[in-house]
């Protein structure tokens, strides 16, 4: 059989919505490209449910990776344009990982957890790493040669949530883990309000300042580094969600 003969039957959908239906209308059959012929042999050799939550965990240690890279940055800004970089890098890693998911979510008819749950706990990572490396491009290009001790203190903050939100997504698979999973969310909710305090005061603290570029340059690094912390915290909820309802 030659590869652009190699079919795949992605499910029983609904030929008038396209979605998943029990009166069946027809069967959608659709050639495989070569990374789907390549990825089907995986897909035989390792369950489903070990794929999904195996790619989910791959996110979560970009998401770290890429936070403890910014807490390199924040610490030591000497060469701030390779480190900025750095995490652009890292950043382009998730984006394979959130679009190798979506590949097969879009094959797969029955997943582990909700499909949509799936979707949304990648796209949240995703937009932890996308807010971070804004971030990070921001203090690059605004030549900020000093990092305020709040935005140090700040980054930490993530770090820390981002170290929670890891180990809650490692441990999705083991249903036995319902307690401790629920527990990190609520961490991970309780340094949100620590990173929104951080905020506040360090946004209020910089209009006491004389140069207005500044102020501006810093207030919108800020910002983006607290949408980083929202993130988490949408992360967390989702896994909350996700235990709640298969428990």
Known sequence: MQENEWITL????????????????????????????QMGFKEWIIPQEKYFF??????????LKCGLALSDLVRDPRDIAAKSMAIEEIENEGDGIVH?????????????????????????MDDIVDFIDAGASRMRSYEIKEIPVSMIDLTETIVNQITEVNKAIHGLSNRNSRDTLLERCVEVNRLENVADDIVHT???????????????????????????????????????????KNA
């Open 100 to 124: 190798e998911l979506a590949r097969l979510l879009n094959r797969t008819f029955v997943t582990p957890i909700d499909h949509d749950d799936i979707s949304k706990l990648a796209s949240n």
């Open 10 to 37: 992605t499910g029983i959908r609904n030929s008038s919505d396209g979605l998943p239906s029990g009166d069946v209308k027809r069967l959608e059959i659709i050639p495989l490209t070569r990374r789907d012929f």
């Open 202 to 244: 360090a946004v209020a603290g910089l209009f006491r300042l004389d140069d207005i570029k500044q102020i501006i340059k810093l207030k919108e690094i800020y910002e983006l580094l607290e949408d980083a912390s929202d993130s988490c915290e949408d992360v967390a909820d989702i896994v909350k969600d996700v235990v709640i």
């Open 54 to 63: 195996d790619l989910l965990s791959r996110q979560s240690d970009v998401v």
